[in-house]
Nanobody, 123 residues
């Protein structure tokens, strides 16, 4: 059993920054890739960023490249998402998830999800 808990969301003005954290508990964290997804009201959950098990490889959706940075600390069982230059279109609930299949952008590649943390960016 793996439990993921996100934190760090909130209300921020456009151009501001937030750092999201995801704490993992349970068995086997460091051996898996992890990712952040987001879901805006009325929209499908979409891929944001992913990081491999060692932290050596990352990938991002085009809309956040250059603004968001995903990282992890395996010693602390933590995954982070540093979000800079936030835009109103980044408003969503953000979820972290554990990856078990190769297709990084598909929700079906992830087996455990957190409950989400809400990010609201005002214009």
């Amino acid at each position: 059993q793996v439990v993921l808990v996100e934190s760090g969301g909130g209300l921020v003005q456009a151009g501001g920054s937030l750092r999201l954290s995801c704490t993992a508990s349970g068995r086997i964290f460091s051996g898996y890739g992890m990712a952040w997804f987001r879901q805006a009201p009325g929209k499908d959950r979409e891929f944001v960023a992913t990081i491999n098990w060692s932290g050596s490889t990352t990938d991002y959706t085009d809309s956040v490249k250059g603004r968001f940075t995903i990282s992890r600390d395996n010693a602390k069982n933590m995954v982070y998402l540093q979000m800079n230059s936030l835009k109103p279109e980044d408003t969503a609930t953000y979820y972290c998830a554990r990856r078990v299949r190769a297709t990084i952008t598909s929700t079906r590649s992830y087996d455990y999800w957190g409950q989400g943390t809400r990010v609201t960016v005002s214009s």
